[in-house]
């Protein structure tokens, strides 16, 4: 399970963005991509996993999260807030952004 979750808003629709670790990338390998809108990753994903012979498993699952965030936020999200463990600061630090 991520560590922390970030809530997003665009015209009062809100969406949770896990940061850290995915583990549902890790089970379900594309899939959660697809499930989440991102249907363009969800096939990067697909045809790495086939020409890695599934060894792409192992690393989106570490990247996965923080590329969902940047999809949600390039896609005209805002932030509203941060719950988990760890504070925006720490945050914005671990994943290199600045949240707006």
Same mark, same amino acid.
């Given at each position: 399970m991520a560590h922390s979750t970030i809530v997003l808003?665009?015209? #009062? !629709?809100?969406?949770e963005c896990p940061i850290g670790f995915s583990?549902?990338?890790l089970i379900f390998g594309f899939w959660p991509a697809l499930f989440r809108g991102q249907?363009?990753?969800?096939?990067?994903m697909l045809i790495l996993q086939i020409?890695?012979? #599934? !060894?792409s498993v192992l690393i989106f699952p570490f990247i996965y999260n923080k590329l969902?965030?940047?999809?949600?936020?390039?896609g005209?999200?805002?932030?509203?807030?941060?719950?988990?463990?760890?504070g925006r600061e720490?945050?914005?630090a671990e994943l290199g952004i600045k949240l707006p």
């Open positions: 808003e665009k015209f #009062g !629709l809100r969406k583990w549902t990338t249907v363009i990753m969800g096939l990067i020409c890695t012979l #599934g !060894l969902y965030l940047n999809f949600r936020l390039e005209g999200y805002e932030f509203v807030s941060v719950s988990g463990k760890k720490e945050i914005e």
